[in-house]
């Protein structure tokens, strides 16, 4: 893995490029936290009882994506990467020949399917499918919102996960 490059956007840019610039920011630290980690490391679970991990937070972020702009905005309708009915958090439990190849790549394709539907629509479009709690439908503005808190939030966890696995710190 070649080491992601990351770049804040511009502090005057127009709202589309902020929030297209910050969503981006926040998946190349991601990318960056697994950045240099063995498939072994990447699976490690080292903040117990938790079953977080590096990979599985990338699986994770790969179900949000495909979630938020796949189903949601774009009303597709593709079955889950990593979890069923059956196994609800099966984006976090891994087996010893879950790959980081396999993860990332299915990542990166999502994040490219994410942003194939949002590029043609306005940031005031609504989403196709209404939100099952209250009915409710999102704008795009929304979608890329919700998208930057999860990836931070996440990004917080795995901040904690890498210092855990090898010391290393940082942004």
């Not at 902020?18 to 903040?47: F, I, N």
């Not at 396999?102 to 394709?109: C, H, I, K, N, V």
Request: aromatic share 8%; charged share 30%.
């Amino acid at each position: 893995m070649t080491t992601p490059e990351r770049n804040e956007p511009h502090p005057s840019a127009d709202e589309r490029a902020m929030l297209d610039g910050w969503l981006d920011y926040h998946r190349a630290t991601l990318a960056l936290k697994c950045a240099g980690l063995s498939d072994e490391q990447l699976r490690q679970t080292p903040l117990a009882p938790s079953a977080l991990s590096l990979m599985g937070l990338v699986r994770h972020l790969t179900e949000v994506e495909r979630h938020w702009f796949a189903v949601v905005m774009a009303g597709e309708e593709p079955s889950p990467v990593y979890y069923s009915d059956e196994d609800p958090d099966g984006e976090f439990h891994l087996t010893e020949n879950d790959t980081w190849a396999e993860a990332e790549a299915t990542w990166q394709a999502e994040i490219a399917r994410s942003r194939k539907v949002a590029e043609p629509r306005s940031l005031d479009e609504l989403t196709v499918r209404k939100d099952g709690r209250t009915g409710e439908l999102f704008s795009l503005r929304w979608v890329y919102t919700h998208m930057i808190e999860e990836y931070a939030r996440h990004n917080g966890h795995a901040d904690l996960i890498r210092e855990q696995i090898d010391g290393a710190t940082g942004e």
